[in-house]
């Protein structure tokens, strides 16, 4: 058995869902292929509109920087999908734990695995380890995955762009 974090990987998926919204559910669920989990759900009508639901509510926690108001965010959210933890084999992956119920909709297991593993994220690295990229006017949101804890942009692209305006504001 091993135990599945959810962490790096699930706050991952949230951030590219939030940076880049899919424009079906078809696409949601491309992209949480695309990202680690190996499930896939029954389609319901309203499955695109729930999980941008689920997102918008993770970017209230996103844009929290206060870490208890973060945390009451985490645990409000968290509640509304919270299970004991149960053992599972699915999918070739052997004996694993998930933190939900066995519920077969794709918004409730994403609220739950984006919850929890944001939760482990920031519990693990540090409350403030989440965030907006730094280079205006971009918006994007930024896990910080980096070993000492210090990035501050989405892309290597932002990154360059706020050095060179670094740069050319000392010369003007």
């Not at 994220?121 to 918006?139: I, N």
């Not at 990035?151 to 290597?156: A, D, G, L, M």
Request: aromatic share 6%; charged share 25%.
């Amino acid at each position: 058995m091993h135990l599945n974090p959810y962490g790096e990987y699930a706050v991952l998926l949230a951030a590219s869902l939030a940076n880049e919204w899919p424009e079906d559910r078809s696409g949601i669920e491309q992209r949480t292929l695309e990202m680690g989990m190996t499930m896939t759900f029954p389609a319901a009508s309203d499955d695109h509109a729930r999980v941008r639901e689920v997102i918008d509510d993770w970017l209230r926690v996103v844009d929290e920087s206060e870490p208890a108001v973060r945390a009451e965010l985490l645990n409000s959210q968290m509640a509304e999908v919270g299970a004991y933890p149960r053992l599972t084999d699915h999918d070739g992956e052997g004996w694993h734990l998930h933190y939900r119920d066995d519920v077969q909709s794709l918004p409730y297991v994403l609220k739950a695995i984006i919850n929890v593993g944001t939760s482990l994220h920031l519990v693990t690295r540090g409350m403030s380890r989440l965030g907006r990229c730094e280079a205006s006017p971009c918006t994007n949101v930024v896990v910080d995955v980096t070993r000492n804890g210090r990035q501050r942009f989405c892309s290597v692209r932002c990154a360059n762009r706020a050095a060179v305006r670094r740069h050319r504001a000392r010369f003007a």
